[in-house]
């Protein structure tokens, strides 16, 4: 009887009593590249770096036993993103506004949001550009009285001293907020 592929890792059926062997990867070719960006784009927004990196780490993967096809594939993958950069399926500008915009929603600080974008390889004078646009003077102000609610620090902890507001103070700093803004949330009264 052969062995079923329960594990979904593509094992070929085996003689009774022998191991099952495992498929040879698939290579990396520009079509199948294509195909895999595609179908990423199908499911999520990314920027042209992002794409190169999710690329590259397939790459990775499909060439263990054969990284002499590397070289190829990451041209390939080149070619790839410049196209869909020309084709519009790609705009890093509109990718940073609308991160922007649903930052925002959450109550996000303004350099967690640049820091994200950074990580995916955003282009500093964009990030500034989206968030000089798209957010308002009091988004991080917004954003530390939404932390400090969720976490119940500062205005929202019932019993307050000198040690806690300074924990609090490092808690706002760690989710990204300035020393100004910080000492604003942990000051504000709900009269303000």
Request: hydrophobic share 40%; no cysteine.
């Amino acid at each position: 009887m052969a062995r079923a592929d329960v594990t979904g890792q593509g094992l070929k059926k085996g003689k009774a009593g022998e191991k099952p062997q495992r498929r040879p990867a698939k290579l990396p070719t520009k079509r199948r590249l294509n195909n895999i960006a595609l179908f990423y784009l199908k499911r999520f927004s990314s920027s042209a770096e992002n794409l190169r990196q999710v690329l590259r780490r397939r790459v990775l993967k499909m060439t263990t036993e054969a990284p002499d096809l590397r070289a190829q594939a990451y041209q390939d993958i080149d070619e790839i993103v410049a196209a869909f950069v020309a084709k519009g399926a790609i705009n890093d500008a509109q990718y940073a506004a609308a991160r922007v915009r649903f930052d925002q929603v959450l109550k996000k600080p303004k350099a967690k949001t640049a820091a994200k974008l950074r990580a995916k390889g955003i282009a500093p004078a964009t990030i500034k550009q989206a968030l000089d646009s798209e957010s308002h003077a009091d988004a991080d102000f917004e954003a530390g009285l939404a932390i400090a609610r969720r976490r119940r620090i500062g205005p929202y902890r019932t019993e307050r001293d000198r040690d806690t507001d300074r924990k609090d103070l490092a808690t706002l700093a760690r989710a990204g907020l300035d020393f100004k803004t910080a000492k604003r949330v942990l000051d504000w009264t709900s009269d303000d």
